[in-house]
């Protein structure tokens, strides 16, 4: 677990730098605010911009946040990608447009993901995964609940060991892996839809 030969807590999010936002990065320095020492990975091909980056850092500069406590990586090979979630304790989902496969691979690295669902389809996307394995109370009702939970993570060394142990069985018994059960309620569903419109 990075914490433990860190010494301090390292929040990651390898989004879509488009699904950014001011909003986002408010809460998140909020959170790194609230958790001592704290670093925060983002990581996406277009951090290879220079002035990007430059930006990034002068947001959370605004919001008390040093650039030595942000760090912006470009792309990889998807196979260093995931061993680069040996180097997470905990994934924060952007919003309103969360993760899709993203939160998939934090979550099958070990690496649990904080949400914050909203309204729209493209904001429920994390949350319904995190449901389909039996987390979702790692799902925020609103910005200071999303602080609320990553700061409880960051105090809860135990428990962040638990889930870097358990989130990929978790994950296996699923439904959202279980490709056969999953094909079975596709077409289930079709089978219905077709019946309704037949009628």
């Not at 947001?59 to 196979?79: M, N, Q, T, Y």
Request: hydrophobic content about 45%; overall charge negative; proline content about 4%.
């Amino acid at each position: 677990m990075p914490v433990l030969s860190h010494n301090y807590i390292t929040f990651g999010s390898f989004n879509n730098t488009g699904k950014y936002n001011s909003g986002v990065f408010e809460v998140w320095a909020r959170i790194l605010n609230a958790v001592p020492d704290s670093r925060l990975i983002l990581k996406w091909r277009t951090f290879n911009d220079v002035t990007l980056k430059q930006s990034v850092r002068e947001v959370f500069a605004k919001h008390g946040i040093c650039a030595e406590r942000i760090e912006l990586r470009g792309p990889s090979f998807h196979a260093d990608l995931l061993e680069e979630y040996t180097g997470i304790d905990i994934a924060l989902d952007p919003f309103p447009f969360t993760g899709g496969l993203t939160s998939c691979e934090a979550l099958w690295m070990g690496v649990p993901v904080v949400t914050w669902p909203q309204s729209r389809v493209v904001s429920r996307q994390t949350f319904a995964f995190l449901s389909a394995i039996g987390l979702p109370e790692l799902a925020a009702a609103d910005a200071d609940d999303y602080v609320r939970i990553a700061v409880a993570l960051a105090n809860d060394l135990e428990r962040l060991q638990i889930f870097r142990v358990t989130l990929r069985s978790r994950m296996k018994i699923a439904t959202l892996c279980n490709t056969v059960e999953f094909a079975r309620m596709l077409e289930d569903t079709l089978i219905t839809l077709y019946c309704d419109i037949a009628q």
